[in-house]
């Protein structure tokens, strides 16, 4: 089955404590991309990938890394998480241009940092 | 600024009613507009994708409705279900650069018995 993973998908963890959230599809995809969704907001970016090895920030990229060393997998990193990175955070892939190719979302991570 | 704007915020009807969503945008210059429907607990799934020279395109009962002119789309639900109760989120893309994508804040629909 085509898809998109995402593990956790709920996590709680303290302030300051390094977390990875795993991303990986098996559609042979080469755009990734990470997205957090807020309560009342649209669903922002954070970071996205064109192929392996290349990444790019997108519009809330402060406080979060990302790295693209297999075509499949996507990871999310938060080196010291704080409060207000409290969201739920979707992966998505798809084919490119990515401009008008569906991007497939993952069932998303719930994150809590308390 | 490119902006989304989506009206209402959320949405009570009963089975078996119609319901129009709307969605305004100023995103410029327009390449296409994406309509996802996102169920509670779940990733946004793609519903359609209309380009700037299509005014009108069903999947089912949903017909998105397009006007590049005025720059408004509108998400038409036909004899709705429970299965329709979820969020619906408009995606208008902007073609100043191909990663741009603005998503709407959605509206939340809720289908009763």
């Known amino acids: 089955e085509a898809q998109v993973t995402q593990n956790p998908r709920y996590l709680i963890t303290v302030t300051g404590k390094k977390l990875t959230v795993t991303c990986s599809q098996n559609?042979?995809?080469?755009?990734m991309s990470w997205y957090r969704q807020d309560p009342g907001l649209g669903l922002r970016q954070i970071y996205y990938?064109?192929?392996?090895?290349?990444?790019d920030k997108g519009d809330v990229p402060e406080g979060y890394k990302v790295s693209r060393k297999e075509k499949r997998n996507f990871p999310l990193i938060l080196e010291s998480p704080s409060p207000n990175q409290t969201s739920l955070y979707f992966c998505?892939?798809?084919?490119?241009?990515?401009?008008?190719?569906?991007?497939?979302f993952g069932p998303g991570t719930r994150l809590t940092v308390l | 600024k490119n902006q989304v704007e989506q009206s209402p915020q959320s949405l009570i009807i009963l089975e078996g009613k119609n319901c129009t969503l709307q969605?305004?945008?100023?995103?410029?210059?327009?390449?296409?507009l994406r309509w996802y429907k996102q169920d509670t607990g779940r990733g946004p799934v793609s519903l359609t994708i209309?380009?700037?020279?299509?005014n009108t395109k069903s999947n089912g009962r949903y017909t998105a409705t397009l006007d590049a002119d005025t720059k408004q789309s509108s998400l038409h639900i036909t004899a709705s279900q429970l299965s329709d109760s979820a969020s619906y989120i408009c995606?208008?893309?902007?073609?100043?650069?191909?990663?741009?994508?603005?998503f709407g804040a959605g509206t939340r629909l809720a289908v009763h018995p």
């Open positions: 990938s064109m192929n392996v090895e290349v990444t």
């Open positions: 995606v208008p893309r902007f073609s100043g650069g191909y990663n741009k994508l603005i």
């Open positions: 559609m042979n995809h080469e755009y």
């Open positions: 209309m380009t700037f020279s299509e």
């Open positions: 998505a892939s798809s084919r490119v241009p990515p401009d008008y190719n569906e991007q497939f």
């Open positions: 969605c305004n945008y100023t995103v410029s210059p327009f390449s296409n």
